[in-house]
């Protein structure tokens, strides 16, 4: 028997579903600091933390996993924001993955390969999409010690849990580039109304849990060069998806959006249901370059295609050298695979690809951990790639 409760829960939303008196009084929550005890402090009721700090107390799961629960409270009912300050501490390590992709940048402007920005005027900017796999092919070391990165696994892990996928969309706003209009994210941030209003709300809540928007400061972003702005806890607002289209809504947004300084190598993650918009550079002389990252859950799907069958072959034998060579420990290595090789082994064909124990076949990662735990030479690691790809089909 259904309880009343649950009959007056919408399962259609429309405009009318779109109350702005509802809507500003949701967004009267306050961020009580007693809730982030991990945090360093609360900004702009935003939770900020030293992750460089974090990585020299905190040691395995046991220990990582109340500050975890703080960030999955934080992007599930919280302001949907934190801040890691220092998540990158190596700055040469920052500048050889910039360099990398700014080359990246000037051979797709000179072959007019440059593509433009979702939500922002063309031109004013520089994007290049699938830099992940990009910057692997680029400089694969450089790529495999960027993303043994223990913060970015471990955040993604607090929202996503694991198997998900990495992507990263450079963004470059130069001096006088305007801002974006406020939006949501992929998924359903990338719909039309009337294709939202198709959906029943049960699937724009999950919408809001598919993913997890994630930002890498490559240089200072000062307040004037137009860093993210953000209205927390816009993100736990049902029919926000819908509101955000309306202008009454926007004109609120404009209102009230908060926006938060970063330092080269600082992070900034959200839930992707956060009201949001890149900022305008109002500088003369910066050229706010940030990495943008769009992190999926294994359970849906990401919003670039990415050749991980192609990166995880470019990045093996370098991974491994950078393994013997004590460069990277094998943690790191293996923060490398989750970021590079598919986790999640399904869709498969279970006639030819069975389990040998378990329900599932062995996914990429898990042939990639057995091949750098093995040594397998770089020719055995790409033919076990070649022949689980070859199962990929339906007869």
Not at 207 to 214: F, I, P, V, W
Not at 336 to 359: C, H, K, Q, R, W
């Amino acid at each position: 028997m259904l309880t009343p409760a649950s009959v007056n829960e919408p399962v259609w939303l429309d405009n009318a579903s779109c109350d702005l008196s509802e809507f500003d009084a949701h967004q009267s929550q306050q961020t009580n600091p007693k809730d982030y005890p991990q945090a360093i402090q609360i900004s702009q009721q935003i939770p900020v933390y030293d992750g460089s700090a974090l990585l020299v107390t905190l040691d395995g799961d046991t220990q990582w996993q109340p500050v975890m629960a703080e960030w999955n409270r934080s992007f599930r009912t919280g302001p949907g924001i934190i801040v890691v300050k220092r998540g990158f501490t190596d700055f040469d390590l920052i500048d050889a993955a910039t360099d990398a992709l700014e080359k990246v940048i000037r051979e797709e402007e000179a072959s007019n390969a440059g593509k433009g920005d979702h939500f922002a005027t063309a031109g004013a900017n520089s994007r290049v999409w699938n830099a992940h796999e990009k910057l692997c092919m680029q400089d694969p070391e450089t790529y495999s010690r960027y993303n043994a990165n223990e913060l970015v696994r471990r955040v993604s892990e607090a929202w996503l849990g694991q198997g998900y996928q990495i992507t990263t969309q450079v963004n470059v706003v130069r001096p006088g580039g305007k801002a974006q209009t406020v939006h949501r994210d992929y998924h359903m941030g990338f719909q039309t109304i009337e294709q939202l209003k198709s959906y029943p709300a049960c699937q724009h809540a999950l919408s809001a849990q598919l993913t997890l928007q994630g930002a890498i400061a490559h240089c200072d972003v000062s307040l004037e060069s137009g860093p993210t702005k953000l209205l927390p806890y816009s993100q736990s607002y049902l029919p926000g998806y819908l509101a955000v289209h309306l202008p009454e809504f926007q004109a609120y947004f404009e209102a009230h959006h908060v926006q938060l300084s970063l330092e080269k190598g600082d992070m900034l993650f959200f839930n992707p249901a956060t009201f949001h918009a890149a900022g305008e550079n109002r500088t003369t002389d910066i050229h706010r370059f940030v990495n943008l990252m769009q992190i999926g859950s294994a359970y849906g799907r990401s919003i670039e295609i990415v050749d991980r069958l192609r990166i995880s072959k470019a990045v093996y034998a370098g991974l491994l050298q950078l393994v013997d060579d004590g460069q990277l420990s094998i943690r790191e290595a293996d923060n490398v695979i989750a970021a590079t090789a598919e986790g999640y082994p399904f869709p498969a064909n279970l006639d030819i690809d069975s389990p040998l124990s378990g329900m599932a076949p062995p996914s990429q990662q898990d042939i990639m951990r057995q091949a750098l735990a093995e040594h397998w030479t770089n020719e055995k690691f790409s033919q076990a790639l070649d022949e689980q790809a070859g199962r990929k089909r339906s007869h």
